[in-house]
């Protein structure tokens, strides 16, 4: 039987990160990997027999490559700290980790998410099936780009991918303060990317009320209520301030001092 290595990802995350590798045990080995965390994250996981590694934060992408280095195992999968493996995905992972390499056998593997929010399982919205990257796959079948967020992936197998029949359960956000503060960190990290293209502050809002349209009209988010609601402006709101973030980067020290003086009162 090949072995499997779940790593997940974490930062501050005390609050989540004790349910998140508690739902991990299964696997053969458990690598929780933190970026000097102040909070006791790190310690939480090594109490419960996690191998801790600390990366410093550069970005998404180049954490994610740390975090497969760690591995040791055949087969990798992964987990954000804000995730839960169940235990049907766990009897489902094992069933494929156990087959032989069949020649037109997936390398790497969707795993659906089912998200809890606002005291409910979202159905709709873009939050069910849910998908980020391919979270179970053979060693050295995959790796990550070094966007600092919303990371690409590469691919190296030629073979199709797979998709678990079964979700983990994800739990984004625990208040409406997490979800700001997590909507402030992303649009940062995401003006990084788009800030070599030509952005204007009317470019910036439509593409903040197209996210709000395609999230609670075409991907049905009015369906889920004042949740699917919540979830559109905060892709609003994602969206505008991350294309906002890169335009004033653009401007750079023309938004910092006024050339001239202020206008008389």
């Not at 780009?145 to 590469?154: I, M, N, S």
């Not at 678990?164 to 990290?189: C, V």
Request: charged fraction near 20%; hydrophobic fraction near 45%.
């Amino acid at each position: 039987m090949s072995r499997v290595s779940v790593y997940i990802i974490a930062y501050n995350e005390a609050e989540k990160v004790r349910a998140t590798v508690e739902s991990a045990l299964w696997a053969d080995e458990v690598i929780v990997v933190d970026s000097w965390s102040t909070d006791g994250t790190a310690e939480i996981a090594a109490s419960l027999g996690a191998r801790v590694v600390q990366v410093a934060f550069t970005g998404f992408g180049d954490l994610r490559n740390h975090a497969l280095d760690a591995c040791t195992h055949p087969w990798i999968f992964s987990l954000d700290a804000d995730e839960r493996c169940t235990p049907e995905v766990a009897a489902e992972i094992r069933a494929i980790t156990q087959q032989p390499d069949a020649a037109d056998a997936p390398q790497a593997y969707w795993v659906p998410r089912r998200n809890f929010f606002m005291g409910r399982w979202i159905r709709h919205s873009g939050w069910y099936p849910n998908f980020r990257q391919p979270q179970l796959f053979r060693q050295g079948a995959l790796r990550y780009d070094a966007q600092p967020v919303h990371e690409g992936w590469v691919l190296n197998t030629t073979r199709p991918l797979g998709t678990l029949h079964n979700a983990i359960w994800q739990f984004p956000f625990k208040d409406m303060g997490e979800l700001l503060h997590k909507a402030n960190r992303y649009s940062t990290l995401g003006a990084q990317k788009i800030a070599h293209k030509k952005i204007s502050m009317g470019g910036a809002l439509v593409h903040g009320v197209w996210a709000f349209v395609k999230h609670y009209v075409f991907k049905a988010g009015f369906l889920d209520g004042w949740p699917g609601f919540v979830i559109a402006l905060g892709n609003f709101e994602g969206t505008f301030y991350r294309y906002l973030k890169a335009y004033e980067i653009q401007q750079g020290a023309r938004w910092d001092a006024p050339s001239d003086s202020p206008p008389a009162a």
